[in-house]
């Protein structure tokens, strides 16, 4: 839930379980497409938790500079009054939160579990 408020640590690790527990459960399953679908959904969700957490413009436009986003874009979607799901999904947001970012803060992901697992 993006309601729930906790930190980003401590989400990713019941996240993790969850992720290596269903994958330990559907690890025969011969659908990886299926996999790289759902982790792309799942990604687009770790971005609007993200986004939520960052709360005020100027958190928003301050985090963006930091990671990245040249000053006028970082402005222009930090002040943005779109809503969480379509910020996540925009370009400016994907990438300052790559996958790399992702996987530096310790996230699994359904399809590289799915093939660890394989």
Same mark, same amino acid.
């Given at each position: 839930?993006r309601k729930?408020?906790?930190?980003m640590?401590?989400r990713?690790?019941?996240?993790n379980?969850?992720?290596r527990?269903w994958?330990?459960?559907?690890?025969l399953?011969e659908?990886?497409k299926k996999?790289?679908?759902l982790d792309?959904w799942f990604?687009?969700r770790?971005?609007?938790?993200r986004?939520?957490?960052?709360?005020?413009?100027?958190?928003?436009?301050k985090n963006?500079r930091?990671?990245g986003?040249?000053?006028?874009f970082?402005?222009?979607?930090?002040n943005?009054?779109?809503? @969480? /799901?379509?910020?996540? +999904?925009?370009?400016i947001l994907?990438? =300052?939160?790559?996958?790399? @970012? /992702?996987?530096?803060? +310790?996230l699994i992901?359904?399809?590289? =579990?799915?093939?660890?697992?394989?």
């Amino acid at each position: 839930s993006r309601k729930w408020s906790v930190s980003m640590d401590f989400r990713i690790g019941k996240l993790n379980r969850y992720v290596r527990g269903w994958m330990g459960y559907f690890r025969l399953s011969e659908t990886p497409k299926k996999f790289t679908e759902l982790d792309k959904w799942f990604r687009s969700r770790m971005r609007q938790i993200r986004w939520k957490e960052w709360k005020l413009p100027r958190t928003r436009v301050k985090n963006l500079r930091r990671l990245g986003v040249i000053m006028d874009f970082a402005y222009q979607w930090g002040n943005s009054s779109r809503g @969480y /799901w379509r910020v996540a +999904g925009s370009p400016i947001l994907k990438k =300052a939160l790559p996958n790399s @970012y /992702w996987e530096e803060l +310790g996230l699994i992901f359904f399809r590289r =579990a799915w093939d660890r697992f394989r």
